[in-house]
């Protein structure tokens, strides 16, 4: 079971192939030098796929997407989404998945799960902003943030998407490398944290 878990998960891994002048979801609520160091140092981001933290967090995504309906809404999961936003000088493409998109007829919500260490601060600013950012990605009006922790599970709704000019301004500062990191608190979680010279 290890063996075939660790190597679907470098497979994986490996298999993704980032495309020029396209930023992720994810990109928008990290530590823009991740981007850089992703390529630079790939050693290390490959050894974060057998991070156990990281590995329990996909089982639980994959258990809750094997559900074909949840109280009458259609589950969809995995779902891509892209955009296109105008920097002035070039246009960039904004691209995500979404966990689960809940559907029924017209309504759609956008299901965004997150396992977590502990309880403290549910619900964090990034998982906050990132699924705001699906709400902008996919013109939904309504997301729930699922955690999983060792103590409880529990939702957030979310119901403010954020704007172009936030989603633009997330975009220019991963451009510029400008906050690096993004959040106080990611250095002591970054793989990357060994080489970096704006480690706090």
């Known amino acids: 079971m290890v063996e075939f ?3 679907k998960r470098v497979e994986d891994y490996l298999s993704h192939q980032r495309e020029k002048d396209t930023f992720y979801v994810t990109d928008l609520v990290r530590c ?4 850089v160091y992703e390529e630079k140092f790939r050693e290390l981001a490959i050894a974060e796929v057998y991070n156990p933290s990281t590995l329990m967090g996909e089982l639980i995504h994959m258990g809750l997407e094997t559900f074909n309906e949840i109280e009458g809404y259609k589950v969809i999961s995995e779902v891509e989404g892209e955009k296109e936003v105008n920097l002035g000088e070039k246009v960039v493409k904004i691209k995500g998945r979404a966990d689960i998109i ?3 007829g017209e309504e759609k919500i956008i299901v965004e799960i997150k396992s977590a260490r502990g309880d ?4 964090h600013k990034h998982h906050l902003m990132q699924l705001q950012a699906y709400l902008w990605l996919f013109g939904a009006k309504k997301g729930i943030l699922f955690y999983v922790t060792p103590e409880r599970f529990t939702e957030f709704t979310v119901d403010k998407p954020l704007d172009e000019a936030t989603i633009i301004k997330l975009v220019q500062e991963n451009i510029s490398l400008s906050p690096s990191p993004r959040f106080a608190w990611e250095c002591e979680y970054c793989v990357f944290s060994i080489v970096c010279p704006n480690k706090k």
């Not at 823009?32 to 981007?35: G, N, R």
Request: glycine share 8%; hydrophobic share 45%.
């Open 5 to 7: 878990l660790a190597k």
């Open 32 to 35: 823009p030098l991740k981007l």
């Open 102 to 104: 809940l559907q029924k």
């Open 120 to 123: 403290k601060g549910l619900p």
